[in-house]
């Protein structure tokens, strides 16, 4: 499955992040608003959940999932896309 941010291109500049990631979006997000908008810019060409996670430095897989992944989901700061025939889980902004 593939996760994938439709607002951005592949040329997105950190500041179009940084308009995009308002306060508002931070606190649905577990995360400071400056670690959300680098970890959007870090998922510019798809990244597991692992990986986002490791580069978040969160240890527990729940919480992540939770509070990280599942917000920015509904929030629609990333999308996801199946691939069949794959475990791996890839997010893109």
């Known amino acids: ?3 994938k941010n439709m607002n951005y291109g592949e040329t997105t500049s950190t500041a179009e992040v940084s308009a995009e990631v308002g306060v508002e979006v931070s606190t649905e997000v577990k995360l400071s608003s400056e670690k959300l908008k680098s970890l959007l810019a870090f ?3 798809g990244r597991s959940r692992r990986e986002m996670q490791e580069f978040c430095d969160i240890k527990s897989d729940e919480y992540f999932r939770k509070n ?3 917000p920015m989901l509904e929030i629609g700061l990333v999308t996801s896309n199946p691939q069949p025939f794959t475990e791996t889980l890839k997010m893109m902004r």
């Open 68 to 70: 990280i992944v599942n």
């Open 43 to 45: 998922c510019a060409n």
């Open 1 to 3: 499955m593939v996760l």
